[in-house]
């Protein structure tokens, strides 16, 4: 079945030790998404690449970086965690624009940690 | 700006009818969505509905949208403790295609 694959589903790091969070999707989908689920409230998008163009949201804080290397890949890096990012990170795909509904497939999603 | 909200938690009894409400700022949102999360899980697309309709409905969930007033309803009939879980609204912001924007999400509780 086509899906969206995260990578690890449980993360335990140290304040200030980077982090890396994986996203592959078999759905070849032009756009990937990032965002961030605190207890209790809304997702918070953080960036989008649509194809290989990168679009990170203002508020997004500079400690949270992304890559993907290829259509089927995205990456999520947090250079130095801190109490305040433990959080679970959702990634999602979407197909390109058009005039429809943006439908976004969502991963299982991976829970940050940080002791 | 951009502004979805709901209230945090419903609790209905198994067999009733449910309904979430949400409240919207975006009067240029083009498409409004209801999401469904349970526990453990990434959001998973239960319904969505354009906004020069009113009203949608799809087995036992009904969409109502009231555009004047920014308010966004969904409804389950014959409510099952299968629909325990967090449910989101989201809209798409004008001018932002590619984003959704969601609530905080309501979380029902079904008991027998």
């Known amino acids: 079945d086509a899906m969206v694959i995260q990578n690890p589903r449980y993360q335990v790091t140290q304040f200030g030790k980077p982090v890396t969070l994986s996203c592959s999707q078999t759905?070849?989908?032009?756009?990937m998404y990032w965002y961030q689920q605190k207890s209790s409230q809304a997702p918070k998008l953080l960036f989008h690449?649509?194809?290989?163009?990168?679009?990170n949201e203002a508020d997004t804080p500079d400690n949270f970086q992304s890559r993907r290397p290829n259509t089927s890949f995205c990456f999520l890096d947090i250079r130095s965690p801190g109490l305040g990012d433990a959080a679970m990170y959702l990634c999602?795909?979407?197909?390109?624009?058009?005039?429809?509904?943006?439908?976004?497939?969502f991963g299982a999603g991976s829970r940050l940690t940080v002791l | 700006g951009e502004d979805v909200e709901q209230s945090l938690f419903l609790s209905v009894r198994e067999g009733d009818s449910s309904v979430i409400n949400c409240t919207y700022t975006?009067?240029?949102?083009?498409?409004l969505y209801w999401y469904k999360q349970e526990p453990g899980a990434g959001l998973q697309l239960l319904t969505y509905?354009?906004?020069?309709?009113d009203m949608k409905q799809d087995q036992r969930l009904t969409v109502l949208l009231n555009k004047k007033d920014k308010h966004l309803s969904l409804r389950i009939a014959d409510t099952q403790t299968g629909d325990s879980a967090i449910y989101f609204c989201?809209?798409?912001?004008?001018?932002?295609?590619?984003?959704?924007?969601f609530g905080a999400g309501t979380r029902l509780a079904v008991h027998p």
């Open positions: 999602a795909t979407s197909p390109s624009g058009g005039a429809g509904a943006n439908v976004l497939t």
């Open positions: 989201a809209e798409t912001p004008s001018g932002g295609y590619n984003k959704l924007i």
């Open positions: 975006d009067s240029s949102s083009t498409y």
């Open positions: 759905l070849n989908h032009n756009v």
């Open positions: 690449y649509y194809d290989k163009d990168f679009n």
């Open positions: 509905i354009f906004s020069n309709m």
